[in-house]
């Protein structure tokens, strides 16, 4: 090789070296950037509050997955489900009720069919008409089953699922297959736990579902669903109590509380669903913590809390899952016992059902356009 082609080598050569670290430069500082952005978040804005729609302490809303509607329940004396047009941005007007069987509440994927509990043996089937209303098609009734804790259809829209007791196993989920035109529910099948786990959800990519307890003994478990016949195999779990949790949208990370002040992240292996842990967090000091849900463009985590005072938290998320500062709404006029929450329009506006005022503040996130 003569010189020439040496230099020409040796000047390629660092070119590359010069790019490429420009390249790990960009990103770095594009990751930077974006952090301190979500760092300088403004704040959240009281909107309004719903109509007051139940008379005892409930825990539980769903929308439809068009975020068109939201579904709520009494089942007190007078068992009633509450909808809610929510199709304007922010709003929870033109509430209507329906006298009807509720605990639990379902949609399918598809926003046809809405199911509900008894709490005990009896699962109802309605049909959700275009205008949110509903028609009732048929109920299921089940000596074997007690004690529903929890109810969601599968990701598939081939499966209604149940945490309950059944077949005298105290711990157990059961589901139904589900018909995908009619909405009715056929054939039942069931598998033991080793916990009493009371919620659900399912990983982004439907691989996985996560169950959480707050009932001894304490578990927080992952299965890997085989849709084929609603089976689920198990995976792995933390030996924790677990009160709620939330999956960010991208299916990287896990958030759960263990009840207390606390919030963990967790890195979350999409092959298997294992979970490795990488930070905690707390609330203001005292309080416990309610609820918690990821932001749908994975920038926050927001919780519920409550206690000494009621207030919305929110904690901003590095691009790794990390946590990144602290922000506090507090106003105990407005949030009084602030529970379950979730968000419309891409996370423009965020609703929280508030259980001693029995209806649902809506916040606009300011900044989030």
């Not at 969601?152 to 589900?178: D, E, H, Q, R, T």
């Not at 995976?235 to 677990?242: A, F, K, Q």
């Not at 529970?339 to 809506?362: E, M, P, Q, R, W």
Request: aromatic residues 16%.
């Amino acid at each position: 090789m003569n010189i020439k082609k040496l230099i020409i080598t040796i000047f390629s050569v660092l070119l590359i070296i010069f790019i490429n670290s420009c390249d790990v430069l960009i990103k770095k500082n594009e990751v930077e950037f974006s952090d301190k952005n979500k760092d300088s978040f403004k704040g959240i804005n009281f909107l309004h509050n719903s109509p007051d729609f139940m008379s005892i302490a409930q825990n539980e809303f769903v929308f439809t997955n068009d975020r068109k509607y939201l579904y709520t329940y009494n089942s007190g004396a007078t068992s009633s489900i509450f909808v809610f047009d929510t199709q304007f941005p922010g709003s929870t007007f033109n509430m209507q009720e329906f006298a009807l069987n509720s605990m639990h509440l379902a949609i399918s994927p598809d926003d046809k069919f809405l199911y509900t509990s008894n709490g005990t043996s009896i699962i109802y089937v309605y049909k959700r008409n275009d205008n949110g209303t509903l028609t009732y098609i048929n109920e299921i009734y089940d000596s074997l089953m007690n004690s529903i804790r929890f109810i969601a259809v599968s990701p598939n829209n081939s499966y209604l699922y149940i945490l309950c007791s059944y077949s005298g196993s105290s711990y157990a989920i059961v589901w139904y297959k589900k018909d995908i035109e009619n909405g009715k529910l056929g054939t039942v099948r069931f598998q033991s736990l080793s916990a009493m786990l009371e919620k659900f959800s399912f990983s982004p990519d439907s691989r996985f579902m996560y169950l959480s307890t707050t009932s001894a003994p304490y578990d927080f478990q992952w299965h890997e669903m085989n849709y084929k016949n609603g089976y689920m195999a198990f995976r792995g779990s933390l030996g924790l109590m677990v009160s709620d949790f939330s999956i960010s949208g991208n299916g990287s990370y896990l958030y759960l509380t263990t009840g207390g002040s606390t919030v963990e992240a967790y890195e979350r292996n999409k092959d298997n669903g294992n979970l490795k842990f990488i930070d905690t967090a707390s609330v203001n000091a005292g309080l416990t913590i309610s609820s918690l849900l990821v932001s749908p463009d994975n920038n926050y985590l927001f919780t519920t809390t409550g206690n000494a005072q009621y207030n919305i938290e929110w904690f901003p998320l590095k691009n790794s899952g990390t946590f990144s500062g602290h922000f506090v709404y507090s106003n105990g006029s407005i949030l009084n016992y602030p529970l379950a929450i979730d968000f419309t329009c891409g996370g423009k506006f965020l609703y929280v059902l508030c259980l001693n005022s029995y209806n649902i503040a809506v916040f606009y996130i300011e900044g989030n356009n």
